[in-house]
């Protein structure tokens, strides 16, 4: 049985089957790459805007389409003075007439014309075409074709360096993670992504940006779109190392309420961003990037992917992008947060303290049993004391006669037996 397929246009809504049910699927805000996912339409005045800044046209065209121009202006350039050197020829008489002395030597035909041009423009100078003193129009046509053709070998190269370098190929050697990662850094759920320089030659400075875009359509077609600033903990960064950017969840931020169930049901783009300069080439770059919430993974970290050597610290990028799971709370940082302020404060007993003394405190004496009056009197009790370093003596009751030989005691006096207990 044939299958029949139905084609999706750009306008539909296109549904996509996901762990939380069927979805409908977003274009991004940001590519992963960097660019831009937006396309203009009906623009005022568009070519005009393009021919008035023609130099950013021709840096930001693809390499092929400028070639294409670039050997236009040449081949073009040198086709019109060759015809104008052509009916200068015409009008001297120089190709009906091959005795007369002609305005430029060896030019009798259209072809010989355009081949005076191009020797003029690009200074070849075969010697066998050459000017003469004959024409003056000629002369002045030559002066300009010189000035012209180094204004167009100027924006050539010119164009030519700037495409090269641009900003655009060296964001390329500065990368970010293929995901960010929430869990816990100094008892607080924090953000986390990753940014790292694939090139040896370092940067001079950084800077690091988050915005949080959220888009909302209304009924009737309007587009709403919000920003919201992440804080960054650390937004100056030297980026010698790859770096772990973190952004902390706390009040105050667009995260601070949002649990694991309410990222997987959430309907934003966390875009980021590092503006640096090279110490190459002293200009200003900035690289960007964008993750949606099922790029957000909760309770994971990066793993460590720098190790120390006796010469070094080797940078092992095949660990780049690499996460491992951790245990971390799936509730909202404000609830966390609340949960952390009822807890109650763990109660140190008076022997686990650190500040007290190492050495045991006195233990207080057993207290003897209540016995009859005759017995207490025929068998006093015994108080033995025990020297120590600190000076605290350790008291300790003793009722056996068989302690007196290795230990010193002390006794009760005779006249204190017979009082009354």
Known sequence: MTKHYTPVCPADNVIVKTENGFQSKKHRYIRKEGNCNIVFRHVPEEWLLFVTDIFTTLVEIRWRVMFLIFALSYILSWLFFGIIFWII????????????????????????????SLETQTTIGYGAR???ENCMIAIIVVTVQDVISCFIDTFVIGIVVSKMASARKRAQTLGFSNCAVINLRDGFLCLSWRVGDFRRHHLVEGTACAQLVRSMVHATGKVDVTYDDLRIMQKEIALVTPTTITHRMEPGSPLYKMSLADLQKADFELVVSFTYTDDSTGMLHQTRSSYTPAEILWGQVFQEMIRTTKRFHRVDYNLFNHTAKVLVPEVSPEV???????????RHSPRSSPGLSPHPSPRPSPKPKKKNLQEGLLKP????????????????????KEEKSSQDTLTIPNDLRGSDI
Do not use: W
């Open 130 to 132: 050459g000017m003469s």
């Open 381 to 400: 009790p015994t108080v033995m004391v025990e020297l120590v370093n600190d000076g605290c003596p350790d008291l300790n009751v003793t009722t056996t």
């Open 89 to 116: 020829a015409l009008a001297h008489g120089d190709i009906q007439d091959e005795n007369i002395d002609p305005c430029v030597y060896e030019v009798r035909s259209f072809t010989a014309a355009f081949l005076f």
């Open 336 to 346: 966390y947060e609340h949960k952390k302020q009822l807890r109650p404060s763990p």
